[in-house]
């Protein structure tokens, strides 16, 4: 089978797109930044390549933290005039820019595509949980923001590149409709051309917004530690992470620092096999480059056999590829588990990671083969790494204690219930995890012990929308915890003395489940 880019996908064309469509925001030669109000040709373009073929696309124009600090201080100018205008306006604002979003879904989806890998289905999906969750806020804000006021300063984000629209997209419209205005740091990976376009669609509306791209070294100073800042808002890794809860430690700026931990599925005096296997494979969703992916089994010795005999076949049928690769020029677009890791590096490094775990005494379980995935005819491939799985990594082994970010599953044996429970918690704090066990009394009783935020019983645990709250236990989570009002509480301030649901340096408060 020989197969095609699907026609008027190409890069070349929707960038033609972009500029035809926000013309403000995309130049022919570069992408701008934006802040006061108005986008700004400043900063040093940086190549990019995307890692669905390793071809160039636009890159970030980088800001040194001069400019950085003249957008926070426009931003805080933003601030005060914002926090004046009326509820009922916000939302009429919003909403239109959320209308605009929703006429431009395909395109910002195909920039997703393009920019961070993510298959069709995947990269719609994030669009849309972006513009139907914040529609759900509009309706739901006037009784979130009784009692409260925007915060003194202006919301930083700063945040991974795996979820441009449905993470950061969707936090800034929040935190904007709650009163703030607020600062975006376009992600150095990916996803700046779908920021773009978002921000160039709801800036046209007068929402207070900033977005800025630039190094961390030179930009998170300033968008972490200026005092001017009213609230920090940061998603990515432990390691970046733990040098932002450092610097915070003596101040009381208002945070909420997602970071990763190693969410694990226990299976324990289990037999409902049949149910197992869809469940494997949609874990391997966008190469489990997601905060709530699943990448540690933690399974009883004696039902090993019966374990293996589903997952093998589960993770068999992983599909993956370029995902805008076809056929037949009418075809659609295919349906893929996930496309490439963010980079070339990336997967190098992982590929490595697996070949020490394994040379150290982890057993290869399964190993697929590029062979195995959809690919144009002699297209690069350095992005991409195929499904694998290593049984009982080594302790030496970052596969043992930390999350992979890529499609590697670890699968660790235990006899028994303490076992399992010290196994499940071998990275200090995670935000989800499952419990496959028949017996509902003795899952509340072992999730009862679980170090992670979400514990679901013969079912997988997410990120959530709406209503649904969100945060992580031990080094998964800092700051206030999100997700229904308590993201809206995050931001503003409520009464004297309130103490916010999350893990603050003098206290930890979970909200009730």
């Given at each position: 089978m020989s197969l095609i880019l699907k026609p008027g996908t190409s890069w070349r064309e929707l960038y033609a797109r972009c500029v035809e469509i926000a013309p403000e925001a995309f130049h022919d030669d570069r992408l701008l930044?934006?802040?006061?109000?108005?986008?700004?040709?400043?900063?040093?373009?940086?190549?990019?390549?995307?890692?669905?073929?390793?071809?160039?696309?636009?890159?970030?124009?980088?800001?040194?933290?001069?400019?950085?600090?003249?957008?926070?201080?426009?931003?805080?100018?933003?601030?005060?005039?914002?926090?004046?205008?009326?509820?009922?306006?916000?939302?009429?604002?919003?909403?239109?820019?959320?209308?605009?979003?929703?006429?431009?879904?395909?395109?910002?989806?195909?920039?997703?595509?393009?920019?961070?890998?993510?298959?069709w289905r995947l990269a719609t999906a994030d669009v849309d949980r972006c513009v139907e969750g914040v529609r759900w806020y509009v309706e739901e804000i006037d009784r979130m923001l009784e009692g409260r006021a925007p915060l003194g300063g202006p919301v930083s984000n700063i945040a991974s590149w795996n979820y441009p629209m449905s993470v950061l997209v969707h936090a800034?419209?929040?935190?904007?409709?709650?009163?703030?205005?607020?600062?975006?740091?376009?992600?150095?990976?990916?996803?700046?051309?779908?920021?773009?376009?978002?921000?160039?669609?709801?800036?046209?509306?007068?929402?207070?917004?900033?977005?800025?791209?630039?190094?961390?070294?030179e930009l998170s100073p300033v968008l972490v530690g200026s005092p001017d800042i009213g609230c920090l808002s940061f998603v990515g890794g432990r390691g970046v992470g733990g040098e932002i809860v450092a610097s915070l430690v003596d101040s009381d700026k208002r945070h909420v620092l997602e970071q990763e931990?190693?969410?694990?599925?226990?299976?324990?005096?289990?037999?409902?096999?049949?149910?197992?296997?869809?469940?494997?494979?949609?874990?391997?969703?966008?190469?489990?480059?997601?905060?709530?992916?699943?990448?540690?089994?933690?399974?009883?010795?004696?039902?090993?056999?019966?374990?293996?005999?589903?997952?093998?076949p589960a993770v068999r049928g992983v599909a993956f590829g370029h995902p805008l690769a076809v056929e037949h020029p009418?075809?659609?677009?295919?349906?893929?588990?996930?496309g490439p890791l963010i980079t070339d590096a990336k997967a190098k490094e992982l590929a490595d990671v697996v070949d020490e775990a394994v040379r150290m005494g982890g057993v290869p379980l399964y190993r697929g083969s590029l062979d195995d995935g959809r690919f144009l005819p002699g297209q690069q491939t350095a992005a991409y790494l195929p499904p694998t799985a290593i049984l009982s990594p080594p302790r030496s082994s970052p596969l043992h204690h930390a999350e992979p970010f890529g499609?590697?599953?670890?699968?660790?044996?235990?006899?028994?219930?303490?076992?399992?429970?010290?196994?499940?918690?071998?990275?200090?704090?995670?935000?989800?995890?499952?419990?496959?066990?028949?017996?509902?009394a003795t899952a509340r009783r072992l999730a009862a012990d679980l170090q992670a935020f979400k514990v679901g019983v013969n079912e997988p645990r997410s990120r959530g929308d709406r209503d649904e709250v969100f945060g992580g236990r031990g080094a998964s989570w800092r700051g206030a915890f999100v997700g229904g009002a308590l993201l809206v509480h995050a931001v503003t301030e409520g009464p004297p003395g309130e103490r916010l649901y999350g893990n603050f340096p003098s206290y930890s408060l979970y909200p009730p489940t």
């Open positions: 930044n934006f802040y006061g109000g108005r986008w700004r040709r400043e900063g040093v373009p940086g190549p990019a390549t995307t890692p669905v073929d390793g071809s160039a696309i636009a890159g970030p124009p980088r800001l040194d933290a001069g400019s950085a600090r003249a957008a926070v201080a426009a931003a805080v100018d933003d601030h005060r005039a914002w926090a004046e205008v009326p509820l009922a306006e916000r939302k009429a604002r919003v909403t239109a820019a959320l209308d605009d979003l929703q006429a431009n879904r395909d395109l910002l989806a195909l920039l997703l595509v393009w920019e961070i890998g993510k298959p800034v419209l929040v935190q904007a409709l709650a009163g703030n205005a607020v600062i975006a740091k376009a992600p150095t990976d990916g996803g700046v051309s779908c920021l773009t376009l978002a921000t160039a669609l709801a800036a046209r509306h007068g929402l207070p917004l900033t977005l800025v791209s630039g190094g961390g070294g931990g190693l969410n694990c599925w226990g299976i324990w005096e289990f037999g409902d096999w049949d149910s197992l296997g869809p469940q494997i494979r949609k874990a391997f969703d966008y190469a489990k480059q997601r905060c709530t992916a699943y990448p540690r089994y933690v399974v009883q010795r004696e039902l090993f056999d019966r374990f293996l005999a589903v997952y093998l009418d075809d659609p677009l295919p349906d893929l588990d996930f499609p590697v599953d670890t699968i660790v044996l235990v006899d028994t219930e303490a076992e399992m429970l010290s196994a499940m918690n071998a990275s200090n704090g995670a935000l989800v995890a499952t419990l496959a066990c028949d017996d509902q």
